[in-house]
């Protein structure tokens, strides 16, 4: 094995090897065996400090200094998303991450965390990840590939094309790699294609904190890369509205539901295509406009001489309706980032016409899936000399290219990139590789030096003239900190010019739009069953993508929720099931990326349909339908939204501002025995006015306690298993309802009926007054289950813990016991938390102080709408909350008097005067 300094792990025994003992195939588990040896290898890792591992591995004889069996040891990182770091603090347990929540230091989520970036542990134990290089299909040896890469440079060195294809970056080693490339040699081109990430994003989060925003095809909240800073910024201006008792106003002018648009005080649901008559009225102009458009304007022409506002408009809109519209108010505020100098997919595709390239890479890209349907890109490859494909999963690309190179996961390997606010982050391992697998930055080095160094080495030489003081030390706090000072971030470029991609006139037939899923992303997340089975946010579907209409333009197609209907643009067609979606603008159908997967969508990925396919490479965002109609078949749609339905009213409530809520319900009359409270009472209250239904707190909460998928066909028999569930509403008119989100976790009730109702003592109430579930007790009558007026506890209808390959036991909680068949689970307040601070206040010998505990869902929240802590304390933040007048329980009618209570969203204030 070539010594090329990059981190080595002891090969496995396997069916395949002579001295194969007790080794099955990776992808059939690991031995007892192979567990200790790799945990012990991970935790010495762990040992290093800043997460520094070392160069060679040694028997776990003595305990490193540092690591104690049983306790977590936690390391900052970050994962990348569209070229975007999210950073992140990973809990590591002998050399195992478990869970990852928000770096706390980092001023990009202070400690917030999306769903796709929770999402993320749970690729790294992927079976399915290749491990092996593959030539033609047929497995090869990593020096066959390492002569091929000395005959690119030789052939390089003559004046042959090698380029590279990567996603868009802000990594600054990427663009240290790439530039030193070029160079040395005569020809080497980089290209970037980004399907997920309109040209315009990657300026970076938009809104400044202003206290009114009006917004035009824009969803700064919803998911993506810029979702947490986004939260933040509008959560921070809405607080800070509250206290100083002043109006806020959003205005939202948009063609399909957003997360932003639920929280708009007003609203219009319009075409797409009208977005540039809007900002001419806007500007003072007098385009042609309906009556609910004139309004609009009114109102927003009103906040603008009122001054304090901000326009935002979305990245998919033509350039020059953006530049009218962020014109007109406080400008966006851009993060510094640098994405490079890549050239765009229209020029990676004029040069392949050409025959220019004789070596291509695609590097963690999937150009055949994920390209617009009018670019052959498959028959384009065949005119490169070589295609490589690089990634940790063969996919569509894979088919054409001569070379497979399997990637290392992130979490295996040293990089670096910048967050959402310009911030730059190292990205340290948090586990070794499974088998000897290349990170990016090697593949790169590959092509320039015949024996590159690793990983750590190549991020290392980026840094080691840009951080003050010191290297070692200064490398070590970085390392340590998730995050670079912000005086050594070098200046900055903006992204390169777009190419012209203004969307044709309207005209008559449907508008189509393309849009990331929020599930799948642009592709990438697929495979993450966690992602799959939550809900989407405004639809609440799982496990695939459906077009989204209107319920006018459903009546028109004469076709109803789950009805297939076809979709004909520019020659191109596909067949997707409606989705009939209150508040939609009539005439437009949205489509959602990263389904209908050909090769390696894992877990069923070919369900849905492949938006790109219909995609068009002048207008990847947005075009008109030649033709829509209904073909008379039918598919099945999976909502969860109807699964738990509460029998009672009054769920959202709604103040107007500076008031307090007038009816609340507290503490009435109850059928159920009182409770003696001891000196803790933990208690929950979520602020539905900071609520914007991003998913954080279910992903935090599936992976914090070990809560398991089931599958889409269980799903729809209501038999999912999220401890915590949002709830949507809608209230209004279908042709523009106000949507509401309420996140609904247990309710721990003073009274609690399940407790009264179980058998067998199962379910039981603590001396701090939490509804615990002793799973050894629980024989699964489903009496708590029937009893709860919530509908919060799930049965385990099967033995899901071994029908679900991609969450191992390596991945899962070990504070949190593993439910069986047979058994109810639910919320328990993260008792394991709990205890792990009971067990520290107790040894120091004080009580556990205010902010100590925080569970998963509250730490993950972006907008911090979720509030925990001792009640019994009066200065306590939870205790303060049920203290306003906008503190309110959900069904109080029944006298449970449940620990979890609601913060009533406020209602559209009058414009500031």
Not at 241 to 265: H, K, Y
Not at 327 to 348: F, K, N, Q, S, Y
Not at 461 to 474: H, N
Request: charged share 25%.
């Amino acid at each position: 094995m070539p010594a090329t300094g990059r981190i080595r792990t002891i090969q496995r025994r396997g069916p395949d090897r002579p001295d194969a003992k007790d080794g099955p195939d990776v992808k059939a588990g690991a031995s007892r065996r192979d567990v200790l040896r790799f945990s012990s290898l991970a935790a010495m890792a762990a040992a290093a400090g800043c997460g520094e591992p070392p160069e060679t591995a040694v028997p776990y004889i003595a305990e490193p200094d540092g690591v104690t069996p049983g306790e977590a040891r936690h390391y900052a990182s970050g994962i990348m998303v569209s070229g975007i770091v999210q950073p992140v603090l990973a809990t590591v347990r002998e050399g195992r991450p478990i869970t990852l929540a928000g770096n706390p230091q980092h001023p990009a989520s202070g400690g917030a965390i999306d769903a796709f970036a929770q999402a993320a542990i749970l690729s790294l134990y992927d079976p399915e990840r290749e491990t092996a290089i593959r030539r033609e299909g047929r497995i090869v040896s990593p020096q066959s590939f390492a002569a091929f890469a000395w005959n690119a440079r030789a052939r390089m060195e003559n004046g042959a094309c090698l380029a590279f294809l990567t996603p868009a970056s802000t990594s600054p080693t990427l663009h240290r790699q790439i530039a030193a490339l070029k160079a040395r040699y005569p020809d080497v081109r980089h290209y970037a294609h980004e399907p997920g990430l309109a040209d315009a994003a990657r300026a970076g989060p938009a809104l400044s904190g202003a206290p009114s925003v009006i917004s035009l095809g824009a969803d700064p909240l919803g998911p993506g890369p810029f979702q947490v800073a986004e939260a933040r910024t509008w959560a921070a201006a809405r607080r800070t509205a509250r206290q100083d008792g002043s109006a806020t106003r959003l205005l939202v002018a948009e063609a399909v539901p957003t997360l932003t648009g639920s929280r708009a005080d007003t609203r219009l649901p319009v075409r797409e295509d009208r977005m540039g008559a809007l900002a001419q009225a806007i500007a003072g102009g007098t385009p042609e406009l309906s009556e609910a458009e004139r309004g609009f304007v009114e109102e927003a022409r009103a906040l603008l001489d009122r001054g304090e506002v901000q326009l935002i408009a979305g990245s998919q809109l033509p350039a020059s309706v953006r530049a009218r519209i962020e014109g007109l108010g406080a400008p966006p505020r851009h993060a510094p980032l640098d994405w490079g100098a890549p050239e765009p997919l229209e020029t990676l595709v004029r040069d392949l016409e050409a025959g220019e390239i004789d070596t291509l890479v695609c590097v963690d890209t999937n150009p055949v899936y994920s390209v617009p349907g009018d670019i052959d890109m498959a028959g384009l490859l065949g005119r490169a000399g070589t295609v490589v494909n690089a990634s940790r999963h063969r996919e569509e690309t894979s088919l054409f290219a001569e070379w497979f190179v399997p990637l290392a996961h992130p979490f295996e390997t040293w990089s670096d990139g910048q967050a959402a606010d310009g911030t730059p982050v190292i990205c340290q391992p948090l586990a070794r590789a499974r088998t000897d697998l290349w990170a990016v930055h090697e593949l790169l080095a590959l092509f320039s030096e015949p024996a590159p160094p690793g990983a750590r080495d190549i991020v290392r030489a980026t840094w080691r003239d840009r951080l003050e003081g010191a290297f070692e030390r200064a490398w070590r706090r970085v390392v340590h900190d998730g995050l670079v000072p912000a005086q050594a971030v070098a200046t900055a470029r903006r992204p390169s010019p777009e190419a012209a991609r203004e969307a044709g006139t309207s005209r008559d037939g449907l508008e189509i739009l393309f849009r990331p899923d929020p599930a799948a992303w642009d592709g990438c997340f697929t495979r993450n069953i966690w992602l799959q089975e939550t809900p989407k946010p405004v639809s609440l579907l799982v496990w695939r993508n459906a077009a989204s209409i209107a319920p006018a333009t459903a009546q028109e197609l004469q076709v109803e929720t789950g009805d297939l209907i076809a979709i004909e643009a520019q020659g191109r067609r596909i067949e997707a099931p409606a989705f009939v979606q209150p508040g939609q603008a009539p005439g437009t159908v949205l489509l959602t990326l990263g389904y209908g997967r050909r090769l390696g969508g894992g877990h069923d990925g070919s369900r849905g349909y492949d938006a790109y396919r219909l995609r068009s490479s002048a207008s990847p965002w947005r075009l008109t339908a030649d033709r829509v109609t209904g073909t008379g078949e039918r598919a099945d749609l999976v909502s969860t939204q109807h699964h738990h339905e509460m029998d009672g009213h009054h769920f959202v409530r709604t103040v107007a501002p500076g008031e307090a809520l007038h009816d609340a319900i507290d503490d009435g009359p109850s059928l159920h025995p009182d409770w003696e409270s001891g000196d803790q009472a933990w208690a929950m209250a979520i602020d539905l006015d900071l609520c914007i239904g991003c998913n954080a707190c279910m992903t935090a909460c599936q992976g914090e306690n070990n809560v398991l998928t089931v599958g889409e066909e269980q799903v729809a028999r209501g038999r999912e298993m999220h401890w915590i569930r949002i709830d949507r509403y809608y209230e209004g008119p279908d042709e523009n309802p106000q949507i509401h989100f309420q996140p609904v976790p247990c309710m721990h009730c003073e009274q609690a009926p399940c407790e009264m109702g179980c058998p067998v003592n199962a379910t039981v109430h603590s001396d701090d007054g939490l509804n615990l579930q002793v799973y050894n007790r629980c024989i699964g009558t489903r009496t708590c289950q029937a009893y709860c007026p919530y509908k919060v506890r799930r049965f385990n209808f099967h033995e899901w813990t071994s029908r679900e390959p991609d969450d191992p036991p390596a991945r899962r909680n070990p504070e949190v016991t593993v439910r069986s068949r047979g058994v109810m689970e639910k919320c328990t307040y993260c008792v394991q938390r709990i205890q792990a601070a009971d067990i520290a206040a107790r040894m120091d010998d004080r009580a556990i102080g205010e902010g100590e505990v925080v569970t998963a869902c509250q730490a993950a929240c972006p907008t911090g709408a979720i509030i925990f802590g001792d009640k019994n304390k009066p200065r306590s933040a939870v205790a303060r909350a049920k203290a306003e007048g906008r503190n309110y329980d959900l069904l109080a009618e029944l006298g449970v008097r449940p620990r979890t209570s609601y913060l009533a969203r406020v209602k559209p204030g009058e414009p500031r005067s």
